[in-house]
């Protein structure tokens, strides 16, 4: 055999080195991938991971929520239980014609609220034109039947918004003090939930607003923060 036979031409030379690129390009690219699959299973595990977390801490403060506010249950409970018999059938178009009108069951002795005064807390029941409660702070709100509660829920928080007619309802309300509110459908949730069977639903409330506790407004920003948190886990990278 000839000596030049065993020699490789310029153009063999290329072919091989253009072969030998592909296979190192298709061996990254194979061994990225395995690197990336293997990275995005363990970011998953882990984003899942601090998921739970974020829940067993959203639940632990929330169990601590309802335990500090025990007392407040206790003082107002009996109070606010007085005036279940205000909880009645109404007309659904005099409420609409009225638009919105207040009755002060009970008037307070502490600071009267300002319009967009959100520096209190409130207890209360509201319910639907044929009677039904639709909500409370009675401790078994999923209940239409709140004569068979035994306590009250946390005092809500109206810093984190609340409909129109509830807003202009408490003006001039003093602390301490309770209210039936009726509000007109377009000053309740008009046409962008569906309440009491319908769009559009007036409403009436019993509100007892009182002066906001410290030790549950900071539990309740605490809690407001593993929301936050939570949400980010869960929906922050889509």
């Keep these: ?37 293997n990275s995005s299973s363990s970011n998953n595990a882990a984003n899942e991971e601090k998921v739970n977390e974020l829940i067993a801490q959203y639940d632990a403060k929330q169990a601590e929520i309802d335990e500090a506010a025990k007392p407040l249950s206790e003082k107002y409970f009996p109070e606010l239980k007085k005036y279940q018999s205000n909880i009645k059938a109404y007309n659904t178009n005099t409420a609409n014609s009225k638009v919105l009108e207040t009755e002060d069951l009970k008037v307070g002795t502490g600071k009267t609220l300002a319009e967009d005064d959100t520096d209190y807390v409130a207890y209360y029941v509201g319910w639907c034109a044929d009677g039904s409660v639709f909500d409370s702070s009675f401790n078994n709100e999923s209940d239409t039947d709140i004569s068979t509660a ?42 962008t939930r569906e309440i009491c069977g319908g769009y559009n639903s007036p409403l009436k409330f019993i509100v007892m607003a009182i002066e906001p506790d410290e030790n549950l407004t900071k539990l309740n920003e605490e809690l407001n923060d593993i929301y936050l948190q939570l949400y980010m886990a869960m929906y922050g990278s889509n």
């Design 150 to 191: 035994t306590g009250l829920n946390s005092p809500l928080d109206p810093s984190g918004g609340l409909i129109e007619g509830w807003n202009q309802g408490v003006v001039g309300m003093k602390l301490g003090g309770i209210r039936q509110i009726t509000m007109s459908g377009d000053l309740a949730y008009g046409d």
């Design 1 to 37: 055999m000839e000596e030049k036979s065993l020699k490789t031409s310029a153009w063999q030379r290329v072919v091989i080195i253009v072969i030998a690129i592909l296979l190192l390009g298709s061996t990254v690219l194979t061994y990225m991938f395995i690197v990336m699959g």
